[in-house]
C-alpha cells in the first residue's frame, strides 16, 4: 500500500436553521462539502482504497 492522499481539516460542514412557516417552526438543514472533500474524490477515484478517518479535536 502507498499513500496517495493525506489532508486534515473540516470534511464536511452542516447547518441548521430555524425558519418560522404560519405557526409551525421547521428546521432547515444544509449540509456543504468543503475543498477537502472535493479533493479526496479526486485522488481516489477509480482506485481500490482503504479510508480510515480520525478525528483530532
Keep these: 500500500m502507498k499513500v496517495i492522499f493525506d489532508g ?3 470534511f464536511v460542514e ?3 436553521k430555524t425558519v418560522k412557516v404560519g405557526n409551525d ?3 432547515h438543514k444544509k449540509e456543504s462539502y ?3 472533500w472535493w479533493k479526496l474524490k479526486e485522488a481516489v477515484k ?3 482504497v ?3 478517518v480520525y478525528e483530532i479535536e
Design 8 to 10: 486534515e481539516g473540516i
Design 14 to 16: 452542516y447547518g441548521e
Design 25 to 27: 417552526k421547521l428546521i
Design 34 to 36: 468543503t475543498r477537502l
Design 46 to 48: 477509480g482506485k481500490k
Design 50 to 52: 482503504r479510508i480510515v
